[in-house]
T-cell receptor, first 113, second 110 residues
Framework: NAGVTQTPKFQVLKTGQSMTLQCAQD?????MSWYRQDPGMGLRLIHY???????DQGEVPNGYNVSRSTTEDFPLRLLSAAPSQTSVYFC????????????FGPGTRLTVL | TQLLEQSPQFLSIQEGENLTVYCNSS?????LQWYRQEPGEGPVLLVT?????EVKKLKRLTFQFGDARKDSSLHITAAQPGDTGLYLC??????????FGAGTTVTVRA
């Protein structure tokens, strides 16, 4: 099993550009989520999904869109990148949210100029 | 505002010393997890505690969940350089959202 994979590993964007961060898991997990990690702030939840076709907003959803057409994939779209979105982005999955281990991907380091 | 407050923010100790990291909240959690993260990687789960007052041991690491399920602590005995990393606590409140603390950066000097 590859676990949770994320691409790209690094990305530089100009303000106003759009892009999609890819996330895939091969563990048949129902729950998937996206976090951003900024210095001194831990991980903040952007969006999450409890199953294919179901998504909901987390703590910091503005400027991001998600979709969940399959159990395996959960892409994160930046609609119009802003410097405030410079961060490290982590995708995670688990069988459920409660009591279950969150498996994290290796992260995508995004810089918006 | 961080739902979970971790202290201290940074901790640097000599190999062989003990350390304790705290995770506090005004909210009640149905479960609380501790993760360790190394530079350039995603967090990795160390433990999940679900019962108030619960104590779990993982080799030299001892985790405790407060009786009221609002706080937790992580104690490392005889720390080793391999224990160096960012320790994160995360709480779940049955609403499909996991809230993370800001983390404690632990450095163990050889």
């Amino acid at each position: 099993n590859a676990g949770v994979t994320q691409t790209p590993k690094f990305q530089v964007l100009k303000t106003g550009q759009s892009m999609t961060l890819q996330c895939a898991q091969d563990m048949n997990h129902e729950y998937m989520s996206w976090y951003r990690q900024d210095p001194g702030m831990g991980l903040r939840l952007i969006h999450y999904s409890v199953g294919a076709g179901i998504t909901d907003q987390g703590e910091v959803p503005n400027g991001y869109n998600v979709s969940r057409s399959t159990t395996e994939d959960f892409p994160l779209r930046l609609l119009s990148a802003a410097p405030s979105q410079t961060s490290v982005y982590f995708c995670a999955s688990s069988y459920t949210i409660n009591y279950n281990e969150q498996f994290f991907g290796p992260g995508t380091r995004l810089t918006v100029l | 505002t961080q739902l979970l407050e971790q202290s201290p923010q940074f901790l640097s100790i000599q190999e062989g010393e003990n350390l304790t990291v705290y995770c506090n909240s005004s909210s009640v959690f149905s479960s609380l997890q501790w993760y360790r993260q190394e530079p350039g990687e995603g967090p990795v789960l160390l433990v999940t505690v679900v019962t108030g007052g619960e104590v779990k041991k993982l080799k030299r690491l001892t985790f405790q969940f407060g009786d009221a399920r609002k706080d937790s602590s992580l104690h490392i005995t005889a720390a080793q350089p391999g224990d160096t990393g960012l320790y994160l606590c995360a709480g779940s409140s049955n609403d499909y959202k996991l809230s993370f603390g800001a983390g404690t950066t632990v450095t163990v000097r050889a």
